[in-house]
């Protein structure tokens, strides 16, 4: 297992932005996912990134607002969240997806997870 460290969540208002970022010892080589879970909720797939950059997956939800990135010579995976709504307020999960091709939003195909970082969004 990698560990995890998810940063920069906090409280926006409606139509601000934030940028998560996730840090590891060692991730260049991983496909990497973010997830969130609101309260009484499951938790949900909000986008993935390819190992090598080239290749991103959103949600329905957010693409066209969120962007993930990553910096594998510094070990980062980011989340910017632009246009933030009140629906976006939630934990924020940075997750490693198992090395295989299976599908990228399925929760189950990741097997390390970051503790977690809130974000609240007020209308």
Known sequence: QVLLVESGGGLVQTGGS??????ASDLSTYD?????QAP???????AAIRWSGGITNYADSVKGRFTISRDNAKNTVFLQMNSLKPEDTAVYYCAKKMGDNSNVRDLYKYDSWGLGTQVTVSS
Do not use: D, I, N, Y
């Open 40 to 46: 009484g909720k499951e938790r949900e797939f909000v």
């Open 18 to 23: 934030l940028r998560l970022s996730c840090a």
């Open 32 to 36: 990497m996912g973010w997830f969130r």
